[in-house]
């Protein structure tokens, strides 16, 4: 980060992270939504009635509202940015929430650097990223491994990547091996 109001505030590696989220954001909105079970819970309460073994007609599946608080929390996170930032962006009547966060996202998007321009933004680009990274915590996704510059010993193809467990994989033939193992991470 630098003070001087012409400079960006954000390096280049971070506004490329940066894009990403706000680019991946709409998607994990989506998938927080689809993560949840199907239907009321008198409606679940039914389904198990008749569907489940007697030992677990009692219990319905789990609501998992956790899913739900942190897809909302999303879409508050980058509508406070958006407000700060880019409040022509905001619709003047209510709208839902899904649509908002894809309008907000597709925004910023578009010109990442102008909305990450004092550090009020950055702490809110910050929050952005915080919520993306519980988002994909509570989906069980990985981070996407970092890709290596060297080609594969076996398909000479550069097609490695490397996961958050040091594995080093080839995306050409599947070829892995520990990270240990390689002098070019």
Known sequence: MTDSSTTPHACSVCLYRLHQTVTRLPYLYVQLHLALPHGTPRRRIEWAATHL????????????????????????????????????????????????????????????????????????????????????QLLDHDEPAHRLKTPCPFCSLRALSISSDDTITCRSCRVTWPAQNNSDT
């Open 53 to 136: 073994p007697w030992t677990a007609r009692d219990r319905p599946p789990p609501l998992r509202l956790s899913l739900l608080a942190h897809a909302e929390h999303c879409v508050t996170v980058l509508r406070t940015w958006a407000e700060h930032a880019a409040p022509d962006t905001l619709p003047d009547a209510a709208v839902r929430p899904g649509h908002l966060l894809q309008t907000i996202c597709r925004t910023l998007a578009g010109n990442l650097p102008a909305y990450v321009a004092t550090t009020t933004d950055g702490q809110h680009a910050g929050a952005t990223w915080t919520a993306y990274t519980r988002a994909r």
